[in-house]
């Protein structure tokens, strides 16, 4: 385009287009709906780990009393299946004994850190042990414990 076609085409241009085009335009402030909304998910990710911090944990396990260690003041933690075996078979060995028909049972006990039931016996007759072993179905939940003979004359 020469000069003169361009001055030509210039001047044809309306007025009120220019004082248009010199017009400062309003400028608005637009969010993006995804910016908040990211914004609000990293908000709520962040509250929730605060909150799963300052929540004090609860560990899977019952304390549980039973007639027997009422009256010892033994309070057992179960904490998971084998443990519930466990205070199942001491249980019925203890009312076994309440009922005579384990008499020579001296003592039944669950440690905490056990997964045996220690208990003491005052006989060495295999025939009534096995008796006793019966009531472990597994038969790795009963150690036997013989208690000490007293020594006459001392």
Not at 37 to 48: N, P, T
Not at 52 to 70: C, F, R
Not at 85 to 97: G, R, Y
Not at 124 to 153: C, M, P, R, S, W
């Amino acid at each position: 385009m020469r000069n003169t076609n361009l001055f030509e085409a210039i001047g044809e241009i309306d007025d009120k287009k220019i004082a248009d085009a010199l017009a400062p335009v309003p400028i608005t402030k637009r969010y993006n709906w995804v910016k908040i909304a990211s914004f609000a998910a990293c908000f709520m990710v962040i509250i929730g780990g605060v909150i799963y911090g300052l929540v004090p944990k609860q560990e899977n396990s019952a304390k549980i009393v039973t007639p027997e260690s009422a009256e010892t003041g033994e309070v057992v933690e179960s904490s998971n299946v084998e443990q519930k075996k466990l205070l199942k078979i001491k249980e019925k060995i203890s009312a076994a004994k309440r009922d005579g028909e384990l008499s020579f049972v001296e003592s039944v006990k669950l440690h905490n850190n056990s997964q045996k039931l220690r208990i003491t016996v005052n006989t060495q007759d295999e025939e009534v042990l096995k008796n006793l072993l019966a009531y472990d179905e597994n038969g790795d939940h009963i150690e036997i414990e013989f208690a000490e003979e007293e020594t006459e004359g001392e």
